[in-house]
């Protein structure tokens, strides 16, 4: 079956950058995504890649994807004390109907002053 | 533009007790969702719906039951509750083409 795996907590210090990784099974994952919560929240999408993709960037967020090993990153540049939350990766298939979203366990990420 | 919003936000049952959670989005999307989210689990998928009147078996659907009567609703049962199920419940709408979901922001219950 399909599983998406990640370190549970990762601290930097403001103003550092950030990088959270997470690997997946699924071979024929055909969208990946990266979501954040913040505390008693829901989970907000930050961005997201399709798999015919190397690297997305988009403002202080760079994706990458290294579709050959299965693994996906999400680096935050400048990170601020705003940043802490929980991310999660997660990943669609070409298996069943409805777009329906893997996730993975979610990486803690603490930022300290 | 509400997006994704559950009720009731929080709630205490008994074991045995039934509830309904329900969902409503209001971007005419297409699928909708019910996980549950659990310490060091991630999320996991419950039932999920393609279209109205249509429900289909998650990843742990078991002591829980789904109905999806109008496109904007998806209503996710407990007949009978269990303490395994205290837990924070998300509902999720998608439309039809892969740009992700939108969560509803959670309802967190206990069952004692």
Redesign the interface.
């Known amino acids: 079956g399909e599983d ?1 795996e990640q370190s ?1 907590f990762l601290s930097v210090r403001e103003g550092d950058s950030s990088v959270i990784n997470c690997t997946y099974t699924d071979s024929s994952s ?2 990946l ?1 990266w ?1 954040k919560q913040e505390p ?6 930050l961005t ?1 890649i399709f798999s015919n993709m190397d690297m997305k960037q988009d403002q202080r967020l760079t994706v990458l994807l290294n579709k050959k090993d299965k693994h996906l990153s999400l680096r935050i540049a400048d990170t601020q004390t705003g940043d802490s939350a929980i991310y ?1 990766c997660a990943e ?1 298939g070409l298996t ?11 990486t803690q990420l603490k930022v300290e002053l | 533009n509400a997006g994704v919003t559950q009720t009731p936000k929080f709630r205490v049952l008994k074991t045995g007790q039934s509830m309904t959670l329900l969902c409503a989005q209001d971007m005419n999307h297409e699928y909708m969702y019910w996980y549950r989210q659990d310490p060091g689990m991630g999320l996991r998928l419950i039932h999920y719906s393609v279209g109205e009147g249509t429900t289909a078996k998650g990843e742990v659907p078991d002591g829980y039951n789904v109905s999806r009567l109008k496109k904007q609703n998806f209503l996710l049962g407990l007949e009978s509750a269990a303490p395994s199920q205290t837990s924070v419940y998300f509902c999720a709408s998608s439309g039809t083409g892969n740009y992700g979901y939108t969560f509803g922001s959670g309802t967190r219950l206990t069952v004692v």
């Open positions: 998406v549970l055909t969208y995504y979501y008693g929240a829901g989970l907000q999408l997201y999660f669609t069943g109907g409805g777009n329906k979203l893997t996730f993975g366990t979610g």
